[in-house]
């Protein structure tokens, strides 16, 4: 791919599909990747990671990282594989998690590799390799990723560290003559749903000329926190009378804390009986060391409770589980009893092991708190599958099944619509007259469904252009 002067968007990632994330930006005749994720769902979706990238990573200047989630950032030890040879800009706490996800993603890619007789997808000295490459910046600093292109990090409340990126690029020459016409892109990451347990609302953005805006629920609307909370309470009270194991599957970032969060306020409060809690997933005991790292990013009621002495990440009942000893001795311990642990979509990990063992007890409750993608094992049991193959094993699913979307890290479709209309149009209602007139939205990062039902309303109530790209499509931004 030959570099050019024009300003072009494709996108190799994040559309008509929720995972995989990776936009190329030309701009000037620079190149840079917003976002370089892995594929994760259906084995048909997954089959993409094995595939070459369809750019020249050498001709890549810098990537710039939304967020430290596997799908955002899971092929950068094959862009590097490839000959990519610049530097990776992310927030100071995303580069924390950055090396915790990579390497657990070692083994557990090895391990499938085994399974499938193939290659792993990247080793671990791959993943040093992308760490040496990593610039830490924060929010709200204006920094120069290649020639003619600089961006800006502002909070995306998603995950600790989560950001929105804005992205000047020098665009066409002036009509008048008195040179290039710099262009504003604004790429939503992953936004949040507020108000979370811990972190910041996402902030409001007001000029563009293209947006990104996720949509992974983008036909939804979300149930309060408070009554994410109180739902986790009544499935705790519930199983607890029937004698039962409530397994919560959980993604170890940010759903694990936000859920140790909200425990800790029932158990200090005595509303929920003591009962053994289990946090049985190392990579969520490594990433919650890294939340306390970093309470300045937290939001001010989270910071009141920590400065006032709560240890808001222990309580009596808490044990964290590290090694597979300890893991296994969760069978020893009886119920009832509450087990958290990964993967949030029962696509691996310790939370498929305890569903072997639990699901066909009608006494058991498993309580899905996050999104489940098609294809995945999650998404079936949601769906009310009853019968399943977990680990090679046939199970007859007789525990009871719940669903929370209060705890969604995700933005629904209301608040979605919010975050749009900031983006003032020139000559807006409000008198004031933007510098950058918003020409179109790219509503990305959704299943179909979600993604056509936002852009349909983007159209609707707000008279703005809104497209879902397909795979591998180029925008013009001239």
Request: net charge negative; with cysteine; glycine share 8%.
């Amino acid at each position: 791919m030959a570099k050019t002067s024009g300003l072009k968007l494709h996108f190799y990632g994040g559309a008509e599909a929720v995972t995989g994330v990776n936009y190329l930006l030309e701009a000037k005749g620079a190149k840079i990747l917003v976002d370089c994720g892995l594929f994760q769902g259906s084995r048909e979706l997954e089959a993409r990671n094995s595939q070459p990238f369809a750019y020249d990573a050498k001709e890549i200047d810098a990537v710039i990282i939304t967020h430290s989630h596997l799908d955002h950032i899971g092929k950068l030890p094959q862009l590097i594989s490839a000959g990519f040879g610049g530097k990776i800009y992310a927030t100071p706490p995303a580069v924390d998690f950055t090396r915790l996800i990579l390497e657990d993603s070692v083994r557990v890619l090895a391990e499938k590799a085994r399974h499938a007789g193939v290659v792993p997808l990247f080793s671990q000295e791959e993943v040093d390799e992308v760490m040496s490459r990593f610039v830490a910046v924060d929010y709200y600093k204006k920094t120069k990723a290649a020639k003619g292109i600089e961006f800006t990090f502002h909070d995306a409340g998603h995950i600790l560290g989560s950001a929105i990126v804005e992205v000047d690029a020098a665009g066409p020459p002036s009509p008048k003559g008195s040179g290039r016409v710099n262009k504003k892109i604004v790429f939503s990451g992953d936004l949040g749903h507020p108000p979370a347990p811990l972190l910041r609302a996402p902030d409001y953005l007001t000029q563009a000329d293209y947006i990104l805006v996720e949509s992974t629920y983008g036909d939804k609307n979300h149930e309060s926190p408070e009554e994410g909370e109180e739902k986790v309470e009544n499935a705790i009270e519930d199983t607890v009378a029937r004698g039962g194991v409530l397994m919560i599957p959980s993604f170890a970032m940010e759903r694990t804390q936000q859920l140790l969060y909200h425990l800790n306020n029932l158990v200090e409060h005595k509303r929920i009986p003591r009962v053994p809690i289990f946090i049985d997933s190392p990579l969520a005991t490594h990433i919650t060391e890294v939340y306390k790292k970093y309470p300045q990013y937290y939001n001010k009621k989270a910071v009141f409770e920590i400065d006032s002495g709560d240890d808001v990440f222990n309580f009596p009942g808490l044990r964290f589980t590290v090694s597979s000893k300890e893991s296994k001795e969760i069978n020893d311990s009886p119920s009832p009893k509450v087990i958290i642990a990964g993967s949030g979509m029962s696509q691996g990990g310790r939370i498929v092991h305890h569903e072997v063992r639990y699901l066909s007890d009608p006494r058991n409750t498993l309580l899905m708190v996050g999104y489940q993608a098609e294809g995945t094992l999650g998404r079936r049991l949601a769906d009310g599958q009853k019968r399943v193959e977990v680990l090679d094993q046939a199970i007859e699913v007789k525990a009871k099944i719940e669903k929370i979307s209060g705890y969604s890290a995700h933005a629904d479709q209301s608040y979605l619509m919010d975050w749009v209309k900031s983006f003032k149009k020139v000559g807006s209602p409000d008198g004031g007259e933007a510098s950058h007139e918003l020409k179109k939205v790219f509503v990305v990062q959704g299943e179909n469904g979600p993604s056509s039902a936002l852009a349909s309303l983007i159209r609707d109530e707000l008279g703005i252009l809104a497209q879902v790209p397909k795979m591998g499509e180029v925008a013009e931004l001239d």
